[in-house]
């Protein structure tokens, strides 16, 4: 897989309200490179790891955002 693979190496693209959209596949998006993180071309498992997490996170009073699968 080509590109970087970590969130801090590149700048990310805001839609309005400061919403951001992050595309994880196999291929870059058209138009959306700078919001892709590259990911096997099979199924892939996502985990969300914290650190430093806030009292919420802990007490599972905290929801993470949904994630939309798209064709």
């Known amino acids: 897989m080509a590109g970087p693979t970590r ?5 990310r ?3 309005r309200g ?3 959209d992050i595309y994880i596949q196999h291929d870059a998006p058209a ?3 700078s919001n892709w993180l590259p ?7 996502m985990i ?5 997490p806030k009292p919420s996170v802990l ?5 993470p955002p949904s994630v939309t699968m798209t064709s």
Request: charged fraction near 25%; proline fraction near 6%.
């Open 7 to 11: 969130p801090s190496e590149k700048p």
């Open 13 to 15: 693209r805001l839609r």
């Open 18 to 20: 400061g919403v951001t």
């Open 31 to 33: 138009g959306e490179q």
């Open 39 to 45: 990911a096997s071309s099979g199924q892939f498992s």
């Open 48 to 52: 969300l790891r914290m650190y430093a």
């Open 59 to 63: 007490d599972g009073t905290w929801t």
